[in-house]
């Protein structure tokens, strides 16, 4: 099995030798949940790539701990790069999305406030959900050992996408009317991939003219359809596993 991972803002700077303590909810984690003991292994990142094997040397009370790191590691940021553009879903199912976009891969989150939205990030409600889904996205990338966690960006109009997707290697909007099959679309072996998902009640006709005028190619993801909060999950594996990624 291997070791679990922490958040550590210093870890980047670390070499074979130094000494790095965990304190505050991740030492709590470290020591009061998972337990761990002088000797045991543990991975610290600072979740942009930067990390260390290493091993604890002491524990005191129920959150703090002293840990010798091993080794260093640095993973490079991934080629193609992977956004999903997310629109907002009812309820939790955005965290959801985040979670299991994030074990899947993906390297940027983009919020969207399409058209057909029912639900709205507004003020104060809004930098709250905004919060979840980044707490959502850091705690799922340590829990799938990632280095890299992935980028929960501030939330988007449709007229604010668009020069994301102007700007993309490769732009996909997934639509049950898509002419081309995501499975088949080329994808580029470098640069940024930016795939777009719709809300629950769809992209609308004039909404996904703007989209596709921009430089999106609607795309449909297989026979069946998704929910939004389960889509970009598996249209970044099918992308994923295309790219190489997952060899």
């Not at 980047?12 to 909810?25: I, K, M, V």
């Not at 009370?61 to 940021?77: F, I, M, N, Q, S």
């Not at 990632?146 to 997934?174: G, K, W, Y």
């Amino acid at each position: 099995m291997t070791a679990p991972v922490f958040l550590h803002p210093d870890v980047g700077a670390a070499t074979p030798g130094a000494r790095l303590a965990l304190d505050g909810p991740e030492g709590r984690h470290a020591v009061s949940v998972k337990r761990l003991r002088p000797g045991e292994e543990l991975t610290l990142t600072d979740g942009a790539g930067a990390g260390a094997v290493a091993a604890v040397v002491e524990t005191s009370g129920k959150d703090r701990l002293l840990a010798e790191v091993r080794e260093t590691r640095w993973e490079p940021p991934p080629e193609p790069w992977l956004t999903v553009v997310q629109a907002l879903p009812k309820g939790d199912r955005g965290e959801v999305a985040v979670e299991t976009m994030t074990e899947t891969g993906v390297d940027a989150v983009v919020p969207w406030a399409a058209a057909r939205c029912v639900t709205r990030w507004r003020e104060e409600r809004g930098a709250k959900a905004l919060a979840k889904w980044r707490s959502t996205a850091r705690e799922a990338g340590k829990q799938s050992r990632r280095m890299r966690f992935p980028e929960v960006a501030e939330p988007v109009t449709t007229r604010q996408l668009l020069p994301l997707l102007a700007a993309a290697d490769l732009a996909v909007v997934l639509h049950e009317e898509g002419d081309v099959p995501l499975a088949g679309i080329g994808l580029p072996a470098s640069g940024r991939i930016v795939l777009v998902v719709g809300p629950e009640g769809g992209i609308g006709a004039e909404e996904l003219a703007e989209l596709t005028a921009a430089g999106a190619s609607p795309c449909r993801l297989g026979r069946s359809v998704l929910r939004t909060s389960t889509a970009g999950t598996a249209a970044a594996a099918v992308l994923l596993a295309r790219t190489g990624r997952w060899g």
